[in-house]
């Protein structure tokens, strides 16, 4: 079966880091497009990172410099590093594929982190 | 960066209604233009892609069309297992990815 699973969310202090996986299974997250997406608490969508299959990586404006997106390819797993956390940070977190480039087609179930004192 | 714009925010329709959202880009993103259905608490579905593709087993009631700028999402005959918000995405060459802020549909 095709899916994805996100750990590592949680409470944690303005100006903390925390670490977000996402295991893959059904497919290789090395050969596609991998994204994360997050959702602030009854707001839209936004688009956070991506890493190619290349291994090239790029951010949203609002992540730059503080979020590091990697992966894994010997545990086919994907990570957000994200530091200098900030309270506009608080998000549900999803990751994603991005199957042909273009268009997420396999989400995780999503993974809350909540920044705050 | 490429803004994108939905219209409605929010629409109330009755069961078996033909149901239309827009979406336009601020700029040309040929057909590069996707579409998904989010419900309460879970994670986003996709529904159209590259504009007007439908994704394997979506119902042929959801359709998509349009290219450059203004794009068209169709619910041919509204069930109540659509309500939901809709949301735009465009991927420009600059590699980044844009989300439209969302319709939410809901039933009369």
């Known amino acids: 079966e095709v899916q994805l699973v996100e750990t590592g969310g949680g409470l944690i202090q303005p100006g903390g880091s925390l670490r977000l996986s996402c295991a893959a299974s059904?497919?290789?997250?090395?050969?596609?497009?991998m994204s994360w997406v997050r959702q602030a608490p009854g707001k839209g969508l936004e688009w956070v990172s991506v890493?190619?299959?290349?291994?090239?990586?790029y951010y949203a404006d609002s992540v730059k410099g503080r979020f590091t997106i990697s992966r894994d390819n010997s545990k086919n797993t994907l990570y957000l590093q994200m530091n200098s956390l900030r309270a506009e940070d608080t998000a549900v977190y999803y990751c994603?594929?991005?199957?042909?480039?273009?268009?997420?087609?396999?989400w995780g179930q999503g993974t809350m982190v909540t920044v705050s004192s | 960066d490429i803004q994108m714009t939905q219209s409605p925010s929010s629409l109330s329709a009755s069961v078996g209604d033909r149901v239309t959202i827009t979406c336009q880009a601020s700029q040309d993103i040929s057909n590069y233009l996707n579409w998904y259905q989010q419900k309460p608490g879970k994670a986003p579905k996709l529904l159209i892609y590259d504009a007007s593709n439908l994704e394997t087993g979506v119902p042929s009631r959801f359709s998509g069309s349009g290219s450059g700028t203004d794009f068209t999402f169709t619910i041919s005959s509204l069930q109540p297992e659509d309500i939901a918000t809709y949301y735009c995405q465009q991927y420009d060459n600059l590699l980044i990815f844009t989300f439209g802020p969302g319709t939410k549909v809901d039933i009369k």
């Open positions: 890493i190619y299959s290349g291994g090239s990586t």
């Open positions: 994603a594929r991005a199957e042909g480039g273009s268009a997420f087609d396999i």
């Open positions: 059904g497919f290789t997250v090395s050969s596609n497009y």
